[in-house]
Nanobody
Framework: QVQLVESGGGLVQPGGSLRLSCAAP???????MGWYRQVLGKERELVAT???????NYSDSVKGRFTISRDNAKNTVYLQMNSLKPEDTAVYYC?????????????WGQGTQVTVSS
């Protein structure tokens, strides 16, 4: 069963914007939340992460265009995507890392398609 609920993907023209959302209901001890993306035939790559203390990290390809944020009360992470390029086309996956005793556990969303095209 999918544990994270993603939304916000779609088809946009180059230069457009989208906002992705990911809710993680019922998951305790969250240390970090992030977004990954994957193109068919390529490895899944990290896009952005946000950790306790609101420290953020972005891949070079999206820095300055994407913004990751979170709402701790709702266990939700967002990815605001501006100035979208065709190269951003991919399936985007939400990731949540939570501490369980001595281990970090990863939870994944089902993926949402982002297509940037004229």
């Amino acid at each position: 069963q999918v544990q994270l609920v993603e939304s916000g993907g779609g088809l946009v023209q180059p230069g457009g914007s989208l906002r992705l959302s990911c809710a993680a209901p019922g998951i305790d001890g969250i240390n970090a939340m992030g977004w990954y993306r994957q193109v068919l035939g390529k490895e899944r790559e990290l896009v952005a992460t946000i950790v306790i203390g609101d420290s953020t990290n972005y891949s070079d390809s999206v820095k300055g265009r994407f913004t990751i944020s979170r709402d701790n009360a709702k266990n939700t992470v967002y990815l605001q995507m501006n100035s979208l390029k065709p190269e951003d086309t991919a399936v985007y996956y939400c990731n949540v890392r939570a501490r369980f005793r001595f281990f970090d556990r990863d939870y994944w969303g089902q993926g949402t398609q982002v297509t940037v095209s004229s």
